[in-house]
């Protein structure tokens, strides 16, 4: 079922994008002295660009975390996302206009750009917000998939955990640990006495931690419930913890559950 769904959503964005183009190219004939086909091959162009690059950020979106990042700076990373897009995706058909065809037409094509531009805003626009609207579903899905994959039955429950610093290691007692957060391939351990950095993976530390002290409240962050000081709502069905340090952590719906069910 998954399977057809996603042929379904392919089908239908690849044919949103054939309308686009040919919508484009009815209206720029209105408006710019050129051949219908020329204006259509350029709208192809374009559209094959902007749909492959609505791939690429999707794909961004969901693996960049984003949502770990402060509002302003979550704002400030999405417009420069969208820019680079938008000038690589109307840069690039311009340039594949220069390639295959005539130097005049291309000329002529010119005044058409900041309509490609608009196009490419809108389209960024509304993948930004189609995501952040839905993040909570993809996390828990994302969750769900990660229960789903057997633990093995010897899993060994850590009680510290070493690091290596320089010439020196320190080893940290689990009950030091305020939180752990994802860093790609590696995981930021957060204690009292510093932070630092395990080549490790979130699944790991899940697994080998106990559970009755640590919860994986989101898929970026496992927590230790000894450190949490409230609970907080925020939004529609948003949640955010703040811990003894003072830091404030968001929280997916089924980590709200986990936290839940841990602190009774």
Same mark, same amino acid.
């Given at each position: 079922?998954?399977?057809?769904?996603?042929?379904?959503?392919?089908? %239908?964005?690849?044919?949103?994008?054939? /309308?686009? $183009?040919? +919508?484009?190219? @009815?209206?720029?004939?209105? *408006?710019?002295?050129?051949?219908?086909?020329?204006?259509?091959?350029?709208?192809?162009?374009?559209?094959?660009?902007?749909?492959?690059?609505?791939?690429?950020?999707?794909?961004?979106?969901?693996?960049?975390?984003?949502?770990?990042?402060?509002?302003?700076?979550?704002?400030?990373?999405?417009?420069?996302?969208?820019?680079?897009?938008?000038?690589?995706?109307?840069?690039?058909?311009?340039?594949?206009?220069? %390639?295959?065809?005539?130097?005049?037409? /291309?000329? $002529?094509? +010119?005044?058409? @750009?900041?309509?490609?531009? *608009?196009?490419?805003?809108?389209?960024?626009?509304?993948?930004?917000?189609?995501?952040?609207?839905?993040?909570?579903?993809?996390?828990?899905?994302?969750?769900?998939?990660?229960?789903?994959?057997?633990?093995?039955?010897?899993?060994?429950?850590?009680?510290?955990?070493?690091?290596?610093?320089?010439?020196?290691?320190?080893?940290?007692?689990?009950?030091?640990?305020?939180?752990?957060?994802?860093?790609?391939?590696?995981?930021?351990?957060?204690?009292?006495?510093?932070?630092? +950095?395990?080549?490790?993976?979130?699944?790991?530390?899940?697994?080998?931690?106990?559970?009755?002290?640590?919860?994986?409240?989101?898929?970026?962050?496992?927590?230790?419930?000894?450190?949490?000081?409230?609970?907080?709502?925020?939004?529609?069905?948003?949640?955010?913890?703040?811990?003894?340090?003072?830091?404030?952590?968001?929280?997916?719906?089924?980590?709200?559950?986990?936290?839940?069910?841990?602190?009774?």
């Amino acid at each position: 079922m998954p399977l057809l769904e996603n042929k379904i959503r392919i089908f %239908i964005y690849a044919f949103l994008w054939t /309308v686009y $183009a040919i +919508l484009h190219a @009815l209206s720029m004939s209105l *408006l710019v002295p050129v051949a219908f086909g020329t204006l259509v091959v350029d709208a192809l162009f374009h559209s094959i660009l902007f749909a492959g690059l609505g791939v690429m950020l999707w794909i961004v979106l969901q693996y960049g975390k984003f949502e770990t990042l402060k509002q302003v700076q979550r704002s400030v990373s999405y417009s420069v996302l969208g820019i680079i897009i938008i000038a690589f995706g109307v840069g690039t058909g311009y340039f594949l206009d220069y %390639i295959f065809l005539d130097e005049n037409e /291309v000329l $002529a094509l +010119l005044p058409t @750009l900041p309509v490609k531009g *608009l196009i490419g805003l809108t389209h960024h626009v509304i993948f930004v917000l189609y995501f952040y609207a839905n993040a909570q579903r993809f996390e828990i899905k994302s969750d769900r998939e990660q229960s789903e994959k057997p633990e093995p039955a010897d899993t060994e429950i850590l009680e510290r955990i070493m690091f290596k610093t320089r010439q020196k290691i320190k080893v940290i007692s689990i009950n030091d640990i305020v939180y752990l957060r994802s860093e790609g391939d590696y995981v930021m351990v957060i204690s009292n006495e510093g932070k630092y +950095l395990k080549e490790q993976t979130m699944k790991y530390f899940e697994s080998h931690l106990p559970k009755s002290l640590f919860i994986r409240v989101h898929r970026s962050y496992i927590v230790n419930i000894e450190y949490i000081s409230a609970i907080e709502s925020y939004g529609k069905q948003n949640q955010q913890i703040l811990l003894k340090n003072g830091e404030w952590l968001k929280v997916s719906l089924a980590g709200y559950r986990a936290l839940k069910s841990a602190l009774q």
